[in-house]
């Protein structure tokens, strides 16, 4: 009875050392595939979302609390980390544009990153109306709980690139051609004047319109409709 105590002993620890194999083989496996599947949608995410632009990498690290100082982000509606999030009738990639200009002037004027989601998670439906963006909400908002000072709607070219002459963000809404894109209904943002007299554009919907420097002449042959303007302490 020993004896066949000690053999049963033997083959149940062999089980057991074979069962810890076969999940470790497992779990390496496992790991490789999770590896793997991160390192791809890394590539992925790295080569930036704006309709097939190479030109722009809007990379954007949401794990991160702050930003460079001075920076302004460029956030596209198209990144895979928000794109499909629901806003107004669909999601951020096809109704978010005023939405993800607000957050590129949030996290400029705070130092902190407030991605395109994170923010429709703390607005909400606030600043929609007729389930379009509203820039003058918008303003609004950042202006109540940030202290911001804000321009309500004006039409103007001209005073738009005044205010951004003086170091105002400005959000524009857009319809015809813009660059190479042609827009029915869009926002972008006005947000620097360049030593050379350019402008600095962000375009969420478009790469190269947001690392392209514009002319005065440019800008005023754009479409531009209606303009809000923001500013906080950066100057």
């Known amino acids: ?20 194999i076969g999940f470790a083989a497992w779990f390496d496996v496992t790991l490789d595939h999770v590896q793997a599947d991160s390192s791809s949608a890394a590539k992925s995410y790295e080569r ?12 954007v690290d949401k794990q991160a609390s702050t930003q460079k100082s001075g920076y302004m982000p460029l ?18 990639g096809t109704y978010g544009c005023g939405l993800t200009c607000a957050a590129m002037a949030l996290s400029y004027e705070n130092s902190v990153i407030v991605t395109p989601d994170l923010l429709s998670s703390l607005v ?7 389930r379009v963006n509203d820039m003058a909400k918008f303003t ?10 804000r321009v309500d709607t004006f039409w103007d070219t001209d005073t738009a690139l005044g205010y951004v002459d003086d170091g105002w ?23 620097r004047r360049n ?19 514009w002319t005065r002449e440019e800008l005023k042959a754009v479409g531009f409709g209606s303009f809000n303007a923001l500013r906080g302490d950066k100057r």
């Open 1 to 20: 009875m020993k004896h066949l105590s000690a053999a049963r002993l033997k083959l149940a620890i062999a089980l057991l050392f074979g069962i810890a």
């Open 48 to 59: 930036g979302y704006s309709d097939g632009v190479q030109d722009a990498q809007p990379i």
């Open 75 to 92: 956030f596209l509606q198209k990144d895979p980390q928000w794109v499909s999030c629901a806003y107004s009738d669909e999601t951020i």
């Open 124 to 130: 909400g439906e606030a600043c929609l109306t007729d």
């Open 140 to 149: 609004q908002l950042l202006h109540d709980r940030y202290g911001f000072d």
């Open 169 to 191: 963000i400005v959000f524009a809404g857009v319809s015809g051609t813009l660059g190479e894109r042609n827009y029915g209904s869009h926002v972008v943002m006005l947000w």
């Open 195 to 213: 030593d050379d007299g350019t402008y600095a554009m962000r375009d969420p919907d478009d790469g190269v319109n947001s690392i392209k420097t």
